[in-house]
């Protein structure tokens, strides 16, 4: 009885799908799709954005400096945490990138509020705390960090990526509140923002 119970389990371990990783499988593709693409529009331009020129212009009018390094910075972490939280490959580095970056959009959106209607933080918080969730639990077994044995998500990497993206988002956004004075120019309902290039 508990060698056949027992050959069962494993059968279902191979062949049954597991609700939780087919979630982290769904939350992973949809919130990396949605990074990627904004880092993308930043980056290139795709998608009706403004491309890196662009995204130069409007660093610079929020205040980040040098303006070029923090488009590519921007659009880097978008694209390349996005792509990696959507492969599920070292899933803390992905989700640290992006949620790293997306702090960077809440501080130039907080002196508008909370709802992203008025031009408040609520869409790049939302995004950083999933991306950050993500690079917290990893990325189940339905991806490339299961496939290669865990070797790029090991339980180290998710404090020390996850630190290390806050402490580099403190320092930048410290930086360009001292350049502008306190929060600065905010984009508003349907402006640029560093975490969504022409919403």
Known sequence: MTCHKHRRT???????VDRKDLGLLVLRVGTGGVLAAHGAQ????????????????AMEAM?????KASALAAGLGEAGGGVLLAL??????????AAGTMAGAVAVHAPNGFFAQGGGYEYPAFLGFI???LAVTGAGRYSLDHALGHTLDRHWMVPAALVGSA????????????????P???PGPGEYSPDATDE
């Open 10 to 16: 494993m059968t279902c371990n191979r062949l049954c």
């Open 42 to 57: 930043k980056l290139l331009g795709w998608f009706g954005g403004g491309g890196l020129r662009g995204t130069t212009a």
């Open 63 to 67: 205040g980040y400096a040098p303006p």
């Open 88 to 97: 599920g490959l070292a899933t803390p580095v992905g989700g640290a990138a």
């Open 131 to 133: 991306a950050a969730g």
């Open 167 to 182: 402490a580099a988002a403190l320092a930048v956004v410290a930086s360009r509140n001292r350049r502008v004075g306190g």
């Open 184 to 186: 600065g120019p905010q």
